[in-house]
């Protein structure tokens, strides 16, 4: 399994940006699917965003298009989101996730590799 590190949450305004980092124990980019998902209390696990390995696509849940961009840093073995024009209902615990099965997973159960989450909130 992949070890993987969250940082980069806190607290914005209704409107603001943030910048999520997951950080991976290995190289892990030529044989993982990389993805960010959110979780609230009471409710599921939902993806957010994802980056495959090898050429590295990038997808999104709807919710999030055009709003939050999902990168990868080779030099510093990451996988980022941008959060821009952030909304009170994108407050949640986003976690980033590796999967070496899925090419384009978006269901929790396809990735058996997690971080241990970083705190979202976004106050209106």
């Known amino acids: 399994q992949v070890q993987l590190v969250e940082s980069g949450g806190g607290l914005v305004q209704d409107g603001g940006s943030l910048r999520l980092s997951c950080r991976a124990s290995?190289?892990?980019?030529?044989?993982?699917?990389i993805a960010w998902f959110r979780q609230t209390p009471g409710k599921e696990r939902e993806f957010v965003a994802g980056?495959?390995?090898?050429?590295?696509?990038?997808y999104y849940d709807d919710s999030v298009k055009g709003r939050f961009a999902i990168s990868r840093d080779n030099a510093k073995n990451t996988v980022d989101l941008q959060m821009n024009n952030l909304k009170p209902e994108d407050t949640a615990t986003y976690y980033c996730?590796?999967?070496?099965?899925?090419?384009?997973?978006?269901?929790?159960?396809?990735?058996?590799?997690w971080g241990q989450g970083t705190q979202v909130t976004v106050s209106s």
């Open positions: 996730a590796a999967s070496g099965t899925y090419y384009y997973g978006r269901r929790p159960d396809q990735f058996d590799s």
């Open positions: 290995t190289r892990t980019f030529d044989s993982y699917t």
């Open positions: 980056f495959t390995w090898r050429p590295g696509n990038t």
